[in-house]
């Protein structure tokens, strides 16, 4: 990814695996009543940001503005749509320098991302929106490349099962302390890597011989965020069956610290 910004492989790797995407087409349609809603419950304010996969639209700049306690809401597009939102924390604005940065989720130092990634290690809800046989909505929460918010993903309205997904528990308190990303050096812990962004081994990033079901199994690391959000994916092959297709919603909502 461009602009000196770690790609974020593993939740690519994932997502590929995860997802079976219908491309981008006039003739298929999502429900023109479902509205995507980003709620912020954190008591700091949070820097939601979406990136599309490829070939599909940017929606609402790639990332804006959401202070404490707020919530913003807005159509998902007529047409098919996949992609994925998180939470960019500790952003501030340089007038001097004219600089945007955040401590965690950074997208090349803007505020509208614009279609690019985020910095891991990052807290990542993971969308397909398509015209199945019940204009299905699949969703999930990846804590593949680490975690830096509390976050669920919740549909409203919807037909069949439909769960609440994510990772409703602060994270940050109990982070191992080789996995823990401290900002300023020293400070206080704004993320949580994944074993992967932390060691970078074949066996940990499920890369070369390790890049299968059967060779890409669960690690110390991994079994860490497990542990606290079962409902998660945590490394790049786990259970298929932790997406959910939830039939006509009228609403998702991405909750940021839910409690």
Known sequence: MAVSILPLTLTLLAAALLLTLIPPSAGHKVSRDLTLTVVNNCPYPVWPAIQPNSGYSVLEKGGFFLPSLTHHSFQAPSTTWSGRIWGRTG???????????????DCGGRLECVGLGGKPPVTLAQFSLHNGRNDLSSYGLSLVDGFNVPMTVTP???KGI???VGCQVNLLATCPPKLQVR???GGPVVACKSGCLAFGTDELCCRNRYNSPATCRPSFFSQFFKKA???????????PSLMHDCASSREIKVIFCPN
């Open 91 to 105: 952003c501030s604005y340089n007038h001097r320098r004219n600089q945007f940065s955040c401590a965690t989720g």
């Open 162 to 164: 439909c769960p609440v």
């Open 229 to 239: 959000c079962p409902s998660t994916f945590t490394y790049a092959h786990d259970t």
């Open 156 to 158: 409203h309205d919807g």
């Open 183 to 185: 900002q300023p050096q």
